[in-house]
């Protein structure tokens, strides 16, 4: 069974740092693309940045935010720098089983919960 449970998401102010954590567990840590996305209000689900299956290529929108893995723990984290408020949404981790992330919802097979991140102004 594959789950993924992210957390770490709060409410913060704008320009703060925050990582987001998601655990993984069920496939090999390496059998998988990993991504995160976000879904703000009112607006569809958005691609944020993603680890190809080798850890070799990352694929991201926006310099502000970085992705890194703990193979040993199964983690997968999300580190976003300078926050805005438009960056306020739930903020999802996700699994491929493309070589690479991409920004299309069809090609990831699961996903976790969610983690609200809120940015005050």
């Known amino acids: 069974q594959v789950q993924l449970v992210e957390s770490g998401g709060r409410l913060v102010q704008p320009g703060e740092f925050l990582r987001l954590s998601c655990q993984i567990s069920?496939?090999?840590?390496?059998?998988?693309?990993m991504a995160w996305w976000r879904q703000g209000p009112g607006k569809e689900r958005e691609f944020v940045i993603g680890?190809?299956?080798?850890?070799e290529r990352i694929i991201y929108e926006d310099w502000r935010f970085h992705v890194s893995t703990d193979n040993a723990k199964n983690m997968l984290y999300l580190d976003l720098n300078h926050l805005k408020p438009e960056d306020t949404a739930l903020y999802y981790c996700?699994?491929?089983?493309?070589?690479?992330?991409?920004?299309?919802?069809?090609?990831?097979?699961?996903w976790g919960q969610g983690t609200q991140v809120t940015v005050s102004s």
């Open positions: 680890i190809s299956r080798d850890g």
């Open positions: 996700a699994l491929s089983s493309r070589a690479s992330p991409d920004d299309d919802e069809s090609d990831y097979d699961y």
């Open positions: 069920g496939p090999a840590f390496g059998a998988y693309s």
